[in-house]
């Protein structure tokens, strides 16, 4: 399987969609230290829910990490998560 930039975007909104009423829930659920920030690890066990390949996991949060973060701080925080899954295209 090609995983592509779409391919993992559907992925992620049938994960978001099947498990999560509100993205705000889905944030909540991947900090896992609950600091109100997601970091790469938080990430990848998103990617790994959502079903994308173990080969390519850590690439894949490490570019969601650099593209949601909006400040370069090396974390996401909740007002950085909501505008990148609203510039993704991912449905609520």
Known sequence: ????KEK?????EKLMRSKFAEPKE???YFDEDNDGFLIKSDFKKLLKEAKVSALIRG????FMLKSFDANGDGKVS??????????SGIKK
């Not at 399987?1 to 592509?4: G, N, R």
């Not at 993992?8 to 992620?12: G, H, P, Q, T, Y």
């Open 78 to 87: 909740w007002d950085e998560f909501q505008l990148a899954i609203k510039e």
């Open 8 to 12: 993992i975007l559907v992925n992620i």
């Open 59 to 62: 690439l894949v949060a490490d």
């Open 1 to 4: 399987m090609v995983w592509t």
């Open 26 to 28: 889905a944030f909540g």
